[in-house]
């Protein structure tokens, strides 16, 4: 079975957030994703992974961007 990919503007959906704020996490590294053609894609594990990294379970808060 293979993973989901998802595109900038589903990822940006997910998250809740603008889909240029999730670019700028691209261009700085911040969040895994690859090219296909012009456009991003995300794994969505990787997306969830990240998500748990940077959220504020066990009282640790970091921010993000």
């Keep these: ?3 989901k990919l998802l595109t ?3 990822v940006a959906r997910y998250l809740g957030v603008d889909k ?7 261009t700085r590294k911040k969040i895994l994703a690859f090219r296909v053609g012009n456009q991003w894609r995300f ?3 990787l997306v969830d992974a990240w998500l748990m990294k940077n ?7 970091k921010k993000i961007g």
């Design 1 to 3: 079975m293979q993973e």
């Design 8 to 10: 900038t503007e589903q």
């Design 20 to 26: 240029f704020t999730i670019y700028r996490l691209v």
């Design 43 to 45: 794994k969505k594990t």
């Design 55 to 61: 959220s504020n379970v066990n009282g640790a808060s």
